[in-house]
């Protein structure tokens, strides 16, 4: 079975750094792009950041452009999000995802909860 597991959310001061995590399994890794996605109470789930299946392009949402950096590993098959210069507008649950570069097969993590406050 395919599994994405995040980690390494939590609670952070404003201007803190937090590194999340997505463990994938049962998948090919290299055979697919990887992405961090984020949703807020009440709104729709937004791309945060995509990295190629080769790692070689990366596309960032605008809000966190200079602050978060998407990287990916694919010996330990993990996906990282960096995460600078926090805001309480960071505040969400961030999920991972994973798309085949064949267009074949999506999923997601389970989400992690990212917590920015004084």
């Known amino acids: 079975q395919v599994q994405l597991v995040e980690s390494g959310g939590g609670l952070v001061q404003p201007g803190g750094s937090l590194r999340l995590s997505c463990a994938a399994s049962?998948?090919?890794?290299?055979?697919?792009?990887m992405g961090w996605y984020r949703q807020a109470p009440g709104k729709q789930r937004e791309l945060v950041a995509t990295?190629?299946?080769?790692?070689?392009?990366?596309n960032y949402a605008d809000s966190v452009k200079g602050r978060f950096t998407i990287s990916r590993d694919d010996a330990q098959r993990t996906v990282y999000l960096q995460m600078n210069s926090l805001t309480p507008e960071d505040t969400v649950v961030y999920y991972c995802r994973a798309d085949s570069i064949f267009g074949r097969s999506a999923y997601w993590g389970q989400g992690t909860q990212v917590t920015v406050s004084a």
């Open positions: 990295i190629s299946n080769t790692g070689g392009g990366t």
């Open positions: 049962g998948i090919i890794f290299g055979w697919y792009a």
